[in-house]
């Protein structure tokens, strides 16, 4: 079983920058890919990021490029979400996401999920 935990979020202003942090425990062998989802009052939850086993490959939803930046240390078992620019619109519960099967970390399935945590942006 692999167990992830959300931490970081909190309440901040437009413009202001915020990093969150995922750490992986239980079984932790093997390459599996990582991601960032969130989640909005009265929306679906949308792709954030995701980055690869070996941090090489790195993805990101439009609006979020150029101001957010996905890493992970893997001795740490650790994922980070750096948000910069922060705006109104980013103001959601943001879950991580792991999965064996999508090394890549790119958008799709994820077997494996946090609880989240909150992030919210006032203007």
């Known amino acids: 079983q692999v167990r992830l935990v959300e931490s970081g979020g909190g309440l901040v202003q437009a413009g202001d920058s915020l990093t969150l942090s995922c750490t992986v425990s239980?079984?932790?062998?093997?390459?599996?890919?990582m991601a960032w989802f969130r989640q909005a009052p009265r929306k679906e939850r949308e792709f954030v990021a995701g980055?690869?086993?070996?941090?090489?490959?790195?993805s990101y939803e439009d609006s979020v490029k150029g101001r957010f930046t996905i890493s992970r240390e893997n001795a740490r078992n650790t994922m980070f979400l750096q948000m910069t620019m922060l705006k109104p619109e980013d103001t959601a519960l943001y879950y991580c996401a792991a999965d064996f099967r999508n090394a890549d970390g790119t958008p799709g399935q994820y077997a494996y999920w946090g609880q989240g945590t909150q992030v919210t942006v006032s203007s």
């Open positions: 239980g079984r932790t062998l093997g390459s599996y890919g």
């Open positions: 980055v690869s086993w070996s941090g090489d490959i790195s």
